[in-house]
């Protein structure tokens, strides 16, 4: 296959990417909207079922995803992608996968062709989360969530 002829992931770097390249990427998982918490000594990142305030949990949306920084300050700004911020997107995100040199999953919708594929891999957050606004800071430990490596539970 030709340069030309591939598909343009894997043609551009993710900072050679158009916007509306860029957002195309977005699988629309929901799981970088999720609360992480982080280990002082290890620096590991756990992810918890807990969602940011802005993600409507039945349907795994930001509720106002042109506003999210202005409502959410700490809203997770993956674009320009870095180390840093690597490591607080799961596994499985096309941004992640793209950045340290790896395909894109067989569910990604750029893959299949189909955005429903994303929940038939149990990939989305859709009805498995509950709002930050619910949950004391000090309960979050109690969400933590481990997925496997292709990215579902």
């Known amino acids: 296959m030709s340069k030309g002829d591939r598909p343009f992931w894997e ?9 509306e390249q860029w957002e195309s990427l977005c699988d629309r998982c929901g799981r970088c909207c999720l609360q992480k918490l982080e280990d002082e000594d290890t620096e ?3 992810f918890t079922r807990i969602s940011c305030r802005q993600l409507n949990t039945q349907t795994g949306r930001c509720k106002d995803y042109a506003g999210r920084f202005q409502k959410v300050p700490d809203c997770l700004a993956v674009r320009p992608i870095t180390a840093e911020k690597i490591r607080w997107l799961p596994v499985s995100c096309a941004y992640r996968k793209l950045a340290v040199g ?3 999953e067989s569910w990604h919708p750029l893959i299949s062709g189909r955005s429903e594929s994303v929940v038939e891999a149990g990939i989305g957050v859709a009805g498995q989360c509950v709002s930050e606004n619910n949950i004391p800071v000090a309960e979050y430990f109690r969400y933590v969530v481990h997925w496997d490596e292709e990215g579902g539970d």
């Not at 043609?11 to 916007?19: A, E, I, N, P």
């Open 11 to 19: 043609d551009l770097s993710l900072d050679d990417m158009s916007d």
């Open 44 to 46: 590991e990142v756990w």
């Open 102 to 104: 790896d395909p894109l």
